[in-house]
């Protein structure tokens, strides 16, 4: 019956699609798709081939008409993203959201997604994660978002385009302790993966020691803030009222 299939692809190794993705993917009446090029591709490696209906981050709101009218008709219908999981640093939110108003069923089948894969591998502590997803583009605005997170205890996931990955890193060297530890996740699943943990201080040499490391996708895990980090700026809180009571 009528339904909305929210559907994780891979992050890169196309061997990541699930089972029951290619299931949901061979049984719709059509795909709604960030890229019809790239979702044709994919689905062309499996041997499916669906009709394609464009959902992107300039035209969600006519898209999600377009699938309502189609689930009226009875139509089940898939929701895929150029990679990993839909709505997650990615368009499919707003057309989930007017799918549930208009009362038809969503079903999110889970898959890839580059936060949580790079979280798995990284060895920080992950009990605790705060998802930042893309920074934004100008640099003063970046650095006022990073100066608000200082305090966040848990681990710190950002999303980066490539060309900025220097900048990034910059950014948060100039932002955060430069003990933290930060992971590089680049190319995950793919065939130059890389997965580097250093200190916040080492971060932006390690990008330059390789021209290759300014391509290609990355996730940035930053360690959260260490209970020592709350203390410093206690004790420089306690020096600067004994200070400031002796001024006249
Ligand atoms: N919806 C996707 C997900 O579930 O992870 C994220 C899409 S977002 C537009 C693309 C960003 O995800 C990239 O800029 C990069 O930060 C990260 N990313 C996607 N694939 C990756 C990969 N194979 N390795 C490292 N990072 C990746």
Redesign the pocket.
């Known amino acids: 019956s009528a339904t909305l299939y929210v559907v994780?692809t891979p992050?890169?190794n196309v061997t990541d699609i699930t089972l029951r993705a290619l299931h949901v993917l061979s049984l719709v009446n059509a795909v709604a798709c960030e890229d019809t090029r790239n979702t044709a591709t994919l689905m062309g490696r499996f041997g499916l081939q669906k009709p394609l209906i464009a959902a992107h981050q300039h035209n969600e709101r006519e898209a999600a008409e377009t699938l309502i009218a189609r689930l009226r008709e009875g139509e089940r219908i898939a929701l895929v993203?150029?990679?990993?999981?839909?709505?997650?640093?990615?368009p499919g939110a707003r057309i989930v959201d007017a799918v549930r108003a208009a009362g038809f069923r969503v079903l999110p089948l889970p898959g890839?997604?580059?936060?949580v894969?790079?979280l798995s591998a990284s060895g920080l502590v992950n009990d605790q994660f705060y998802f930042v997803g893309?920074l934004p583009a100008k640099a003063k605005q970046r650095e006022n978002v990073l100066s608000s997170l200082r305090a966040v205890t848990a681990t710190m996931v950002?999303?980066?385009?490539?060309h900025r990955i220097l900048d990034c890193a910059h950014a948060l060297a100039t932002v955060f302790e430069p003990r933290r530890q930060v992971v590089f996740?680049?190319?995950?699943?793919?065939m130059f993966?890389e997965i580097h943990r250093c200190p916040l201080a080492e971060a932006e040499a390690w990008i330059k020691a390789d021209g290759h490391r300014e391509k290609?996708?990355?996730?940035i895990l930053l360690e959260g803030a260490l209970p020592e980090d709350g203390e410093n700026d206690a004790e420089a809180d306690r020096v600067l009222q004994v200070l400031l009571a002796e001024l006249p």
């Open positions: 994780a992050i890169g993203s150029d990679a990993g999981t839909p709505a997650v640093s990615d890839a997604s580059a936060a894969t790079a893309f950002f999303y980066e385009a490539p996740a680049r190319e995950l699943t793919k993966e290609g996708e990355f996730v």
